[in-house]
């Protein structure tokens, strides 16, 4: 039979033009797919996987993880774009977590490199390497000197610079940032924890603090990191372009002004000076007397710890309390439990006040804070719905079977939702997204220990957050003396929400209002 002249032709082309036909092909099912999936909330693409609709959902990754565990299961097994080289198995299923953090899965090699300014810091370390540095560091923020030491100094910290501050901003009647405000506290506070010494960011005229900056800039780039494939940010590197750049000029800033501060400490010890309880005294010594081959000597050991430790508690107590004061704007008749449990304490203090510590505003010490329920309660509940640290990841470096059924192979990378975790249905009930306190209280008026099981924002296992405590004694401080002495109202029309980056600050900040509260 002979073909009709007008499909000969076609066919002709389609031969001829091959190159543009199969382009047509793909962008046909690449567009028709999208439209049939366009409201699913998790699309695996041919070749690219879970790419795009990580992509799509970035500006809103931690809700969408929540949405995720929700519509598609608790645990999902990924392969990502074949380009990236990645197989990831997200998870937020309370016994596979529970699992991973007590048979204590490495950090890996990956974890390694990307945080690599961190060197051989607890952080960066695992294996008998982990082992042995977080026994040296149990004993510093175990020990009873160290404990009254952090107590001391954030109460100082809130006394001297917060309160001053704040009362300055109430006169002036003007619109500040919380978050912000609270970033610089517990930078200051931490650092005196760990170095001895205040960098004073806490101020009125709000200064610019060169190594909080260089430590800001440098979390930025490592949330790249984390979410580009290795091999861009590595090329980034090779040519120093783009966020690399940014990650160069940081470093250089934050080992110049550490290694200066071990020196100063240092020479304070060998000068025979008292010796401060701070962190890094207390490392030192620990390297000085302790013969573990383990841990490694000299100050590079000293100043990736002093830099994990920073990290890891600049911003992420600062988040808490951001996340805390915007919750009591928008539940007033918690607040209001909370100041009555205080002015219980205030009544109970009358007595043994000495003249500085009744003047106003008043300032509570973490003792007259351990024992109160509520604010306990309410504190947690909010650290249950806005973790600071939204999400961490394990690396797999053997094959294993989580308790679901899940199978894991080596290379594997296990990402793990706190965000999520804090915000399931079958973990915490229908009322989940409610910001309800109660929940952590028994019918006898004490704290339930049930939620605790459940609650992963510090993680779980023998690599939870050694300084959980610390976290508690430096945001209980804060609240008391914030919530007795002054009325905190929210900008209207200001939008808070998370922002999508390693820890889990606020888009746009805290905007509020501060008033004193004298009268009541
Ligand atoms: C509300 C405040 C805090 C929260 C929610 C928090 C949360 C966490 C979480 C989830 C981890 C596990 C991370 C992982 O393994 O990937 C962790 C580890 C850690 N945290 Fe915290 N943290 C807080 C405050 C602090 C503070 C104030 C410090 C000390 C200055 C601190 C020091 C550490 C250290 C050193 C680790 C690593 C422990 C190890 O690997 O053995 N954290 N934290």
New binding site residues.
Partial sequence: MELHPALHLLGYHLIKRWPEVCLAFFCFIFIWSYIKHQNDVLVFWPIFDCLPSILKNRHRIHDWSVELANSVGNTIVGKGPIFARLHLVYTCDPLNVEYIAKTNFPKGSEHHEIMDVIGNG??NVDYEH?HAQ?KM?NRTFMSKEFRSYIAKTTRKVVENSLLPLLSQVAIQSCVVDLEDIFMRLTFDS?FM??FGRNPNCLSIDFPRNELAQAIDNMAEVLTYRHVLPSSWWKLCRWFQIGPEKKFVEARKIIDRSLESYILLKKNDLHKGDEQDNDMITSFILSQERDNNDLLPKGDAFLKDNGL??LF??KD??ST?LAWFFWLMTRNPSVKDIIIEELRHVREKNKDKDDGLKAKMPYVFTAEDLKGLVYLHASLCES?RLY???PA?YRGVEKEDVLPDGTALKPGMKILIS?YALGRMASVWGKDCLEYRPERWIDENGKLNPVPLTKFF???AGP??????D??FT??KLVIGAVLFNFHIEHVEGHVVRPKPSMVLHMQNGLKVRIRKRISE
Avoid at 463 to 468: H, Q, S, W
Wanted: aromatic fraction near 14%; include cysteine.
């Fill in positions: 607890i952080f982990w977080r560091a931490v924890v760990i994990s430790f890891a508690g992420s107590s808490g650290l973790p600071p640290v961490t706190m924002t510090f993680f690599r939870n957050c050694i300084g959980k610390m976290a430096q945001m």
